[in-house]
């Protein structure tokens, strides 16, 4: 039998809330302590693969990003608030790609 993960998105209302439309399970939090609870909350029932949280939610959880960087689940990938990008997202990837492969290729 398949396993059926899911996928979730956290960060403020206004970012988060289209996502639901798609079926993605959306968590609006109002501060990055919130935040923090939630993506440890998604990764410990081990059911959540990807995580989708806002740049600028992100910029105040580098530990809790750091911490879950090499895991295999749950993948976390930044994406833009309503805000605009604060181009985060790009520099881990533009990181991970160093790791892998030695060299920016970017």
């Given at each position: 039998?398949?396993?059926?993960?899911?996928?979730?998105?956290?960060?403020?209302?206004?970012s988060?809330?289209?996502?639901?439309a798609?079926?993605?399970?959306?968590?609006?939090?109002?501060?990055?302590?919130?935040?923090k609870?939630?993506?440890?909350?998604?990764?410990?029932?081990?059911?959540?693969?990807?995580?989708?949280?806002?740049?600028?939610?992100?910029?105040?959880?580098?530990?809790?990003?750091?911490?879950?960087?090499?895991?295999?689940?749950?993948?976390?990938?930044l994406?833009?608030?309503?805000?605009?990008?604060?181009?985060?997202?790009?520099d881990?990837?533009?990181?991970?790609?160093?790791?892998?492969?030695?060299?920016?290729?970017?």
């Amino acid at each position: 039998m398949a396993t059926t993960y899911r996928i979730a998105v956290i960060g403020d209302w206004e970012s988060v809330m289209g996502f639901r439309a798609i079926g993605l399970d959306t968590y609006p939090v109002t501060s990055a302590a919130e935040g923090k609870e939630r993506v440890k909350e998604l990764a410990k029932d081990g059911e959540c693969a990807v995580i989708y949280l806002t740049e600028q939610l992100a910029r105040e959880m580098s530990d809790v990003l750091n911490h879950y960087k090499d895991e295999l689940r749950p993948a976390i990938i930044l994406i833009p608030g309503r805000e605009g990008s604060l181009g985060i997202g790009r520099d881990n990837i533009q990181r991970a790609i160093e790791r892998a492969v030695g060299a920016d290729i970017l």
